[in-house]
């Protein structure tokens, strides 16, 4: 539920309420606005018309409305406003401008993440990716470098001036890969590991959310809210395919899924391109279409050398290809009245 306190509630009026809450074994999610301030209350459901009743009679609540979604923090209902995460360098994830992720799929060796680096900054990507820690099908193949993966990221990402998104596979390696990246990636493959999820809620780090294999939009939004419940709520989303019956595609790209979270979660939306396409001829139509969409930035796999690639070098781009793109998606953005992050500002 929501309660909302009136203009100039008291700070006294506010912790009591949030006192009621607690006493409830609810958690508290205050949002302090400009005119006032507002508080989420989660918990068990059976007691909620009790606790409503409770906190409908305290001194400075105006209001209190229940929130009918499963998903109480990711709704739009608890949050009109769109979320924006701002990262260290001031970069903002959410707002007008749509984000560009680039980089390998793994991080290989200093010289391949240096080089993939200094491409994709050139060509105007905000953010550098790199898996350190890959889930692969066999566990014949490659695995990420892990630790040292990290430091080659992160000394890449100083290098260039680029903020780092990596992909934390384990709870037990949360804590290290939050010393190295700016951004915690939570695989497709672990979208409903809850102890992972919980565990990245308690950090201090923006989280990417990858969309399951097989998840509906539904699943997809509560394991948002198993981060956003433990109080982190840098969370952003990312759809990047999903099966279905169609092999023409690695993963079907589910472009209406991402209309469907625009309008039920204040969450920002990326799209992986790459990872729905499996090729890197339909990257490009799917990252303009990801934009014309309304997503709030895209993650791309680029490689320096894709035929040496160590993981996923069929659908990585070239220099060359995810230059010209960069060129392309910001005519879409300015279609849509959006433009790049960072573009136009080199
Ligand atoms: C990746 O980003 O390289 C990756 C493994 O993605 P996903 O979890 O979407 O398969
Ligand atoms: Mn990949």
Not at 94 to 106: F, H, L
Not at 132 to 154: I, M, N
């Amino acid at each position: 539920m929501i309660v909302v306190m009136k203009q100039g509630a008291s700070q006294t009026e506010i912790n009591s309420v949030i006192k009621e809450i607690n006493d409830f074994g609810y958690a508290d999610h205050p949002i302090v606005g400009v005119e006032r301030t507002v508080i989420g209350a989660v918990g068990d459901e059976g007691t909620k018309f009790k606790l409503m009743e409770i906190l409908s009679q305290l001194a400075g609540v105006e209001q209190i409305i229940p929130i009918l979604k499963p998903y109480k923090l990711a709704s739009h209902q608890f949050k009109q406003d769109k979320t924006i995460i701002e990262l260290d360098n001031g970069l903002k994830i959410g707002g007008n401008e749509v984000v560009i992720m680039a980089g390998p799929c793994s991080v290989e060796s200093r010289e391949q993440i240096m080089e993939s680096a200094k491409v994709v900054s050139e060509c105007g990507a905000s953010i550098l990716r790199g898996g350190a820690y890959k889930p692969r099908t066999s566990p014949y193949d490659f695995q990420g470098l892990e630790g040292e993966g990290l430091k080659l990221l992160r000394s890449a990402g100083d290098t260039y001036g680029l903020p780092v998104v990596t992909e934390v596979l384990r709870e037990r390696d949360v804590e290290l890969v939050a010393q190295y990246a700016d951004i915690l990636q939570i695989g497709a493959r672990n979208m409903q590991n809850y102890g992972l999820l919980k565990a990245v809620g308690q950090v201090d780090k923006p989280v990417l959310l990858k969309r399951g294999l097989a998840n509906t939009v539904k699943e997809f939004l509560m394991s948002a809210e198993y981060i956003l419940s433990q109080g982190n709520y840098r969370v952003m989303l990312c759809e990047r395919g999903i099966r279905t019956f169609e092999t023409a595609t690695r993963n079907t790209l589910d472009l209406g899924a991402v209309a469907v979270l625009e309008q039920e979660t204040h969450l920002p939306v990326i799209i992986d391109p790459s990872h729905a396409a499996g090729r890197w001829g339909l990257v490009a139509p799917l990252a303009k279409a990801g934009i014309a969409v309304g997503a709030d930035g895209l993650i791309i796999e680029v490689h320096p050398n894709p035929h040496d690639a160590m993981s996923d070098g069929l659908q990585s781009l070239i220099p060359q290809k995810f230059c010209s793109l960069m060129k392309e998606l910001s005519r879409i953005a300015q279609a849509c009245d959006r433009s790049i992050a960072g573009l136009n500002k080199q």
